[in-house]
């Protein structure tokens, strides 16, 4: 089992910054692809950012220019540093990773269990 763990959300001001931390622990043999979703009250679930292993990125064209997303191999760690947000960026974030448990290449594709990010006008 892979467990994720999300720190860093919270309430701040529209035109402020967060930084989200997620940690992926348990079973892991390698994790290839992490990223960041979020999903709004009504709304579906959207990919925010994405990361491959060796720093390859992929945004939503709403957050372009404003989040940046990156990760610490060796802490199994990825981060998202969210500036000048939006009211509309308020949803709970979700960390989402992928990659083999052992040498066996069992595959997992594991979520954490989501951070509140609130962005007041």
């Known amino acids: 089992q892979v467990q994720l763990v999300e720190s860093g959300g919270g309430l701040v001001q529209a035109g402020g910054s967060l930084r989200l931390s997620c940690a992926a622990s348990?079973?892991?043999?390698?994790?290839?692809?992490m990223g960041w979703y979020r999903q709004a009250p009504g709304k579906q679930r959207e990919l925010v950012a994405a990361?491959?292993?060796?720093?390859?990125?992929n945004y939503a064209d709403s957050v372009k220019g404003r989040f940046t997303i990156s990760r610490d191999n060796a802490k199994n760690t990825v981060y998202l540093q969210m500036n000048s947000l939006k009211p509309e960026d308020t949803a709970v974030y979700y960390c989402?990773?992928?990659?083999?448990?052992?040498?066996?290449?069992?595959?997992?594709?594991?979520w954490g269990q989501g951070t509140q990010v609130t962005v007041s006008s």
């Open positions: 989402n990773a992928e990659g083999f448990r052992d040498e066996y290449l069992h595959f997992f594709n594991d």
């Open positions: 348990g079973s892991i043999f390698s994790i290839g692809s």
């Open positions: 990361i491959t292993r060796d720093g390859r990125t």
